[in-house]
């Protein structure tokens, strides 16, 4: 339940940004930026359009590529700790399986003397 309520967050939050960004967009469409740039000595004119897709989508992408890398890593690390938790208590059912034949032995050891002792 807590995963899917994770997910609907994160759904709703990319379609605010989407959104938001769209309406930027929409409301800035025909306005100009004036940049300098030191490198080329010159002052370029770009829309303003054109400047936030040149920023909002490599930096929305390479943000998607990095969640996209934490999550195959947490997935990696909690596959690991699952084995782990297997092999645990795959462990722990051997040493009680080898705990009961112990004491299987120990009663027919048991019984066995206590047999002795009755015949002599």
């Known amino acids: ?42 002052t370029f004119t770009t829309s303003i359009a054109g400047l936030g897709f040149m920023i909002f989508l490599p930096s929305y992408i390479s943000g998607f590529v990095l969640c996209l890398l934490i999550k195959s890593r947490t997935d990696e690390l909690c ?21 009961a034949v112990l004491e299987a032995k120990i009663q027919t050891l048991e019984t066995a003397l206590e047999n002795a002792l009755k015949n002599k």
């Open 1 to 42: 339940m807590k995963k899917n309520i994770e997910k609907i967050i994160y759904i709703l939050l990319n379609i605010a940004v989407i959104a938001g960004f769209a309406a930027f967009i929409f409301f800035n469409f025909d306005k100009t930026a004036q940049y300098f740039c030191p490198i080329m000595q010159k």
């Open 79 to 99: 596959n690991a700790y699952q084995k782990r938790h297997e092999n645990i208590s795959i462990e722990k059912d051997e040493n009680t399986a080898k705990i």
